[in-house]
């Protein structure tokens, strides 16, 4: 497409680093950029017209979706539209209640992992397209086949970005397959006012406790590099992220004994991971209980709302609901500035 | 003391419907006595043996050492009293000779404790007795045939038991290594007053060392000093199948006569005139003749001559070689 | 005979064993300690991190090189080792359930202290294993019918893991995949002091199979006539194993080929097949051995710990090839 036709060559998004968003009349121009990890001059494009002049470009509203990921479905329900849903990976772990009486009815359907995917589904159900993300490699076999049977698929790569506006941001995408597009604009403007002004309320008179994020796997702790979302709102929050001089932008490995270190002095200890209990039981796992946020009875784990079959809602609508997320992060970390606030997503541990 | 093994109307064999020793077997052995099995193979010789130390259950009967039933004790009780060495060695790892002996300790330490004085002393006894000193340090795969059964019966004395069960001890071992293993049994029943029984093959040897022998055939066990069974002729009737015959001069078993044999008249004495009766035998000749009108050989003791006779004509060899070659010529009928 | 070659032998076994302790519990704070100034946050990391690792990797070299050494005579198979009983497949099945199989239904299941989820499913699920050939020994004397039977059960448990695997979100799959690569980072002092009683019932059990292990080596038969109780025997050394691996693989996850070749590295150092002997070496040896994989899986990249199954494999697999290759070395028949 030459860039010179477009009426809008400034991109209708603000915050999301990886979308943007080009309108010309009636056709949508979407880029998507490094929708993989490992990568850093990928761009992927999409088209979306009401009266698509070609193929290659989706037509819109779309009737039938299918999502790989709970926060695309997350999008859609923020915006009302569950029912254009016809298929989700990982259905049982969902949490949105229109969703869950939908699918009670037969309405939409469980597609599989990506190495066990019904591709009977597709075939029979021919949604419009399909919205993936893609992880580490370019493009797995999975969706190869996807495009063989001529399902239209779309990156979303709304969880690599690293700043919590800019995840909710791509609410506008989804507007724009849905049909509504003003919709999704107003409730990016709200939300991105209520947490703006969120951060401008004062923290800085109460010193910013130092906060630890992460879980073991194994001989390892996965934290959130010092640039990664989870940093990045820690600090919007007022905390003082103990690794936020690191400036990886996601997860990184560290040892056992490196982790409790910094996991000692720890004031607050979030995103302790439920199914890490499995394995480390952090309440009850004597090594633990030395550290200074267990005496405290400050570790906090982001699955507060969980369905009946352990699906976290943390990993859904949180990321339409960055202002509550924010909320949520600042009262744990100063338990008396909002009295009689209830999280919605963590619960001490 | 009464140490005496009493075998009494046992029959035994791997299951209830094919019994090995169908007809009730009774014997007994004594201290300081040396009995030896013998028989066809699959006549029940090694089943006998396994069934005195309870590697089988008998079937019917029982087997009593100093009136104690044997199958009643446990089995570090019993191989306190009754030890066996299996034919071949190749189950043996390849550990440590010293190792090996050591193993026959174990009825004397038990599970727990670990060799003291006394085990010391016994495995050193044993060592010496069986001449394997200098073996102690080598692998025991490393050792010839011969040595490893020594190692086997050093194991087996270092055991310390009064009955000492041998299978087929001296098969697969060359002629000294055989006397060898012959002269330790002798030296343990007569010195150590132990019960030694063993299966062999080897029918000539046992007639010469054995105080009494457990003779196998097919539908019975016969069982007696070896004299009496000889005199009762059991050993001829031991094979079937008349292929074999006892003979008394050798104490063994002969290939009954090739027939058509060419009867030959040979007069001589000493050394020299048994090998030649010995090669004729062997070329298909029959030296029993004492009159020959047709083949005659004179030999002499003190000269190197051979002389002869044949259809009338004389001819005089000097080697034995010669001699070969003048009879092949009488077998196909030609003249010398 | 050699008894003051054992003698300088095990004292220089010793001497490395007390050595690697030190260097597994101390490293890096060598300076602080020699000038008595260690700081709180290093005496927090030793005794409640590097402790509980350091007992850890003993307690697992020792279990699984003394089972390692009771299943290699059992059998008289060189390459047997503590799994052939199938024990680690019926961990890693009861612990594929809990980590897998479990989030299917929706139930997560934790579990406080010493007693966490992991550990009791693993610890069920091998005893489960254990109690099937137990009774399928019973019936059926014959050794290698227990070993066809150990590797059909674990054939069995590894197609219900493959399903699991393949059925389950990925969250769950890492979850139990990271626990096949064993850790020694996942006993604190509570569990410490729980393997710590099991390892020690199965050692002690063990001290008194070492003379009728002596007798197996021979085979069934010998082993009868020369006083063994075989049937009972055999009982007595699978409960040994049992207790040794059973509780390895629930604290430590199935740790790989220590227990196939540390018997073998110590018969080459040690010289003598006595089982007496050989379990003190196994013990020494085997602690060794897991204290090395220890500290090599911290110290080489400073930030990240790698999997000990990575380690024992590159330094367990070197020395099974070495063995098969050179068959002299090979004392069975």
């Known amino acids: 497409m030459k860039t010179d036709n477009l009426v809008s060559s400034v991109s209708l998004t603000s915050e999301a680093s990886l979308l943007k968003i080009f309108r010309q009349d009636k056709i949508w121009r979407i880029i998507v950029e490094n929708p993989w990890q490992n990568t850093d001059n990928t761009r992927l494009e999409y088209m979306f017209s009401e009266n698509p002049s070609d193929s290659s470009c989706i037509k819109v509203p779309v009737k039938k979706i299918v999502c790989f990921s709970s926060s695309h479905a997350a999008y859609i329900s923020i915006l009302g539209e569950q029912e254009k849903i016809t298929g989700i990976s990982g259905l049982r772990f969902i949490c949105d209640s229109t969703i869950i009486r939908l699918a009670a009815i037969g309405k939409i359907n469980e597609v599989g992992y990506e190495n066990n995917l019904n591709f009977d589904f597709f075939v029979k159900e021919k949604p419009d397209v399909a919205l993936i993300y893609g992880v580490g490699t370019e493009h797995a076999m999975y969706i190869s086949r996807l495009e063989e049977l001529g399902i239209k698929v779309l990156y979303i790569a709304e969880y690599l970005e690293t700043s919590p506006l800019g995840r909710l941001e791509w609410i506008k995408l989804f507007g724009i397959l849905l049909g509504n597009y003003d919709k999704a604009d107003s409730i990016f403007n709200s939300k991105c006012n209520t947490y703006k002004s969120l951060l401008k309320e004062k923290t800085s008179r109460i010193k910013p406790p130092l906060v630890f994020s992460g879980s073991p796997i194994g001989d390892n702790w996965y934290i959130p590099g010092g640039n990664s979302f989870m940093a990045n709102i820690i600090k919007d929050a007022g905390g003082n992220y103990i690794y936020s001089s690191d400036s990886r932008n996601e997860s990184f490995p560290l040892s056992f004994e490196s982790a409790y270190k910094e996991l000692i002095s720890a004031d607050i200890w979030i995103n302790c991971d439920l199914s890490s209990e499995i394995i480390y039981s952090a309440s009850g796992d004597s090594r633990f209980k030395a550290i200074k946020s267990a005496k405290n009875k400050n570790i906090w784990t982001n699955a507060a709302k969980i369905n009946k079959n352990g699906g976290n809602d943390f990993w859904e609508s949180a990321v339409v609901n960055p202002e509550i997320l924010l909320k949520d992060i600042r009262s744990a970390l100063f338990p008396d500035l909002y009295k009689g606030y209830d999280q919605k997503y963590y619960r001490k541990l | ?336 | 005979m050699n008894s003051g070659n054992y003698f300088f032998k095990f004292l220089v076994l010793v001497i490395v064993f007390t050595a690697f302790i030190f260097i597994a519990v101390f490293f890096g704070y060598f300076s602080d300690l020699f000038s008595n100034s260690l700081s709180e946050w290093e005496y927090i990391s030793i005794s409640q991190i590097r402790i509980p690792r350091t007992v850890a990797a003993i307690l697992s070299g020792i279990a699984l090189s003394v089972s390692g050494m009771q299943m290699q005579s059992l059998f008289r198979n060189p390459l047997a080792g503590p799994y052939v009983l199938g024990i680690s497949s019926g961990g890693a099945l009861g612990v594929s359930l809990v980590t897998m199989g479990l989030s299917l239904t929706g139930i997560t299941f934790s579990g406080t202290g010493a007693f966490s989820g992991v550990v009791i499913a693993s610890a069920a699920g091998c005893l489960l294993f254990m109690l099937i050939i137990f009774s399928l020994h019973l019936k059926i004397r014959h050794p290698a019918t227990v070993l066809v039977a150990g590797i059909l059960l674990g054939s069995a448990a590894s197609a219900i893991v493959e399903i699991l695997q393949y059925i389950s979100p990925e969250r769950n799959v890492k979850s139990f995949v990271v626990w096949t690569m064993g850790s020694l980072s996942s006993v604190d002092t509570d569990q410490m002091y729980v393997f710590i009683v099991f390892v020690a019932s199965g050692i002690i059990l063990s001290l008194f199979l070492n003379n009728v292990l002596n007798t197996l080596r021979s085979g069934d038969e010998y082993a009868h006539v020369l006083g063994t109780n075989v049937k009972l025997a055999r009982i007595l050394v699978f409960t040994s194993t049992g207790l040794l691996t059973g509780s390895v693989v629930a604290f430590c996850g199935p740790i790989a080929f220590v227990g196939v070749a540390v018997p073998h590295i110590t018969r080459l150092i040690i010289g003598s097949s006595n089982h007496r002997v050989l379990f003190w070496g196994n013990i020494l040896c085997g602690g060794i051995i897991m204290l090395l994989a220890d500290i090599s899986s911290r110290i080489m990249f400073s930030e990240i710990q790698l999997p000990v199954n990575a380690i024992t494999s590159l330094i367990g697999i070197p020395v099974i090839l070495y063995l098969v290759l050179s068959k002299n070395k090979i004392s069975f028949s």
């Open chain 2, 1 to 336: 003391m009464n140490n005496i093994l009493k075998i009494s109307e046992l029959r035994t064999g791997y299951d209830n419907a094919h019994p090995v020793i169908k007809s009730p077997f009774s014997a007994t052995a004594e201290p300081g006595q040396i009995t030896g099995i013998i028989g066809p193979n699959g006549s029940g010789k090694t089943t006998l043996l396994k069934t005195l130390c309870c590697l089988i259950k008998p079937l019917s009967g029982n087997v009593l050492l100093g009136n104690e039933n044997i199958t009643l004790l446990s089995p570090l009780e019993r191989a306190k009293r009754i030890s066996y060495i299996m034919t071949g060695s190749s189950v043996i790892p390849d550990i440590k000779v010293s190792e090996v002996v050591e193993m026959g300790r174990f009825s004397g330490t038990g599970w727990i404790r670990s060799h003291n004085q006394t085990d010391k002393i016994l495995c050193e006894n044993a060592t010496e007795r069986t001449g394997i000193s200098h073996l102690l340090s080598k692998r025991f795969h490393a050792i010839s045939d011969g040595e490893k059964q020594r190692v086997l019966f050093a194991m087996a004395l270092a055991q310390n038991t009064q009955v000492m069960l041998f299978d087929e001890p001296a098969a697969f071992l060359d002629i000294p290594a055989k006397h060898g293993i012959y002269k330790i049994m002798h030296d343990i029943s007569r010195t150590d007053n132990k019960t030694i029984i063993f299966s062999t093959h080897d029918i000539s040897n046992a007639i010469a060392i054995c105080d009494k022998l457990w003779a196998f055939s097919e539908n019975k066990i016969e069982s007696g000093l070896p004299e009496y069974l000889g005199i009762k002729n059991v050993f001829s009737m031991l094979f079937p199948d008349n292929i074999l015959l006892f003979d008394t001069e050798k104490m063994d078993y002969v290939t009954t006569s090739i027939s058509n044999s060419i009867p030959v008249d040979i007069k001589g004495d000493g050394t020299k005139y048994k090998w030649t009766v010995s090669l004729l035998k062997r070329l298909g000749f029959d030296p029993g003749c004492n009159i020959s009108a047709v083949l005659s050989v004179i030999t002499n003791e003190n000269d190197d001559k051979w002389i002869i006779n044949y259809n009338s004509n004389q001819v005089i060899v000097s080697s034995l070689a010669e001699f070969e070659e003048k009879m092949k010529c009488v077998i196909n009928k030609q003249p010398l």
